[in-house]
């Protein structure tokens, strides 16, 4: 079955920088586009970034310029660079494959995502 798997979380200073990784598999990855999510306590769901099967990158202003999303096709994997981070960017972070047939259209509705990893927590606290 679909499966993302996450890993890389922790605790982390301010400033500080953390690498996700989403291992995935039960489909075939090269095909379709993939993305972090990002849930914090009490809020709902917050689109963190995108890339496309053409490698293109796509990320809101509040992480553009300090995150950077990669995939590796050959391992079917994804990952997430995390520099300078804030407190703010505490929140358990999803690897999320995209569904291309979705009725929502924007890579920012976190609704379109049809496969979702259980999650790692990061935590930005000094």
Do not use: H
């Not at 053409?54 to 990952?79: C, H």
């Amino acid at each position: 079955q679909v499966q993302p798997v996450e890993s890389g979380g922790g605790l982390v200073q301010p400033g500080g920088s953390l690498r996700l990784s989403c291992a995935a598999s039960g489909f075939t990855f090269s095909t379709y586009d993939m993305g972090w999510v990002r849930q914090a306590p009490g809020k709902g769901p917050e689109w963190v970034s995108t890339i496309n099967t053409g490698d293109i990158p796509y990320y809101p202003t509040s992480v553009k310029g300090r995150f950077t999303i990669s995939r590796d096709n050959a391992n079917n994997s994804l990952n997430l660079q995390m520099d300078s981070l804030k407190p703010e960017d505490t929140a358990v972070y999803y690897c999320v494959k995209d569904n291309p047939l979705s009725y929502y259209s924007d890579y920012a509705d976190t609704r379109r995502y049809d496969y979702w990893g259980q999650g790692t927590q990061v935590t930005v606290s000094s």
